[in-house]
């Protein structure tokens, strides 16, 4: 079965920019987890959504904003971008609690975003 | 409140030798446990987790790690390094209803030849 998919896998942008960045869950996972991970540092939690509600909020800054759309994909918008936004963005997905196993979240391959 | 704490930035073992990393946590409601792996430039890729029954919990690639409660620990072991474990190694904790993960710091385990 297919994986998480994350696009784009690169991206560069400058200071002061947007960014849009979107991920594709595991076909039936209803859940969906935003992290970001710096140089050298462990995932931290942005946000998450489960059919289509935000289920929980993190260490996400208010220029960005995230929703999940109907067909459970997600993108995570980044606005006024700074320096120190430049990380990997990890998305994740779990089955929902109908499935089980609703623990466990399978991670996608990452975005990495470069901030000039 | 969670929280995970990774003993050993960094652990160095020769090939062939018995891999050992801590993860120890910290939980006010019965945690579920989780070992993931990351190869450089890539994704995490869950090793195994722990949620209930039996604690000694096998994962992929001969790893395995034992849920102990009294010491806090959840403590990943394989009896036996091969060049291709180099990775860095992530324990993380959530809720027993799952939901967001809190990661530790993150050990980087190398293998000498």
């Known amino acids: 079965a297919a994986g998480v998919i994350q696009s784009p896998r690169h991206l560069i942008k400058e200071k002061r920019e947007t960014a849009t960045l979107k991920c594709y869950p595991i076909?039936?996972?209803?859940?969906v987890y935003w992290y970001q991970q710096g140089p050298g540092q462990d995932p931290q939690f942005l946000i998450s959504?489960?059919?289509?509600?935000?289920?929980d909020k993190g260490s996400i800054p208010d220029r960005f904003s995230a929703q999940q759309f109907s067909d459970y994909h997600s993108e995570l918008n980044m606005s006024s971008l700074e320096l120190g936004d430049s990380a990997l963005y990890f998305c994740a997905s779990s089955p929902g609690p109908r499935d089980g196993n609703q623990e466990t979240q399978y991670f996608g391959p990452g975005t990495r975003l470069l901030v000039l | 409140a969670q929280s995970v704490t990774q003993l050993g930035s960094h652990v160095s073992v020769s090939e062939g030798a018995l891999v050992l990393l801590r993860c120890n946590y910290s939980s006010s409601v019965p945690p579920y446990l989780f070992w993931y792996v990351q190869y450089p430039n890539q994704g995490l890729q869950l090793l195994l987790k722990y949620t209930t029954g039996a604690t000694l919990v096998k994962g992929i690639n001969g790893f395995e790690a034992e849920f102990k409660k009294s010491e806090t620990s959840f403590h990943l072991t394989k009896p036996s390094a091969h060049m291709s474990d180099a990775a860095e190694y992530f324990c993380?904790?959530?809720?027993?209803?799952?939901?967001?993960?809190?990661f530790g710091q993150g050990t980087e385990l190398s293998v000498k030849p």
């Open positions: 959504f489960y059919e289509k509600m935000q289920s």
């Open positions: 993380a904790v959530s809720g027993n209803q799952g939901g967001k993960l809190i």
């Open positions: 076909s039936r996972h209803d859940t």
